[in-house]
């Protein structure tokens, strides 16, 4: 196998190739399903599950995340999203009812605190 075909993108969970030859190390999520494989738990152990865009967060005008929980573990994270990914994707996963949240509802305020607040939900 040639050393380009070995760092060539092919999404685990759709099985999407890109047509412009990006290598693995410049994605970090597919563009097409938004999804990303989750290497290493926080702990640093190997977990090996898909992260699935589950939500959308707009921090700034100019600064987009994708909301997105591991299917394995649970763990969520932020994935910055970038100019080549689906925007039919992107407004399908936004345009989510909030009457049945994307992520579970006793890890708000693990999620608030991860996207900068205080995580404090005062009960």
Known sequence: MKEHEQNKFICHNCGWIPSSGMSAEELDHCPNCLSGIHKEDEDGYECGGIFEAVGIWVKAENEWNIIQR????????????????????????????MASPPFPVDKLEELTKMMGGQGNLNR
């Open 70 to 97: 591991c299917s394995f573990c649970g763990e969520m994270r932020l994935a910055p999203m970038a100019e080549y990914d689906s925007r039919i994707k992107i407004l399908s996963i936004a345009s989510k009812p």
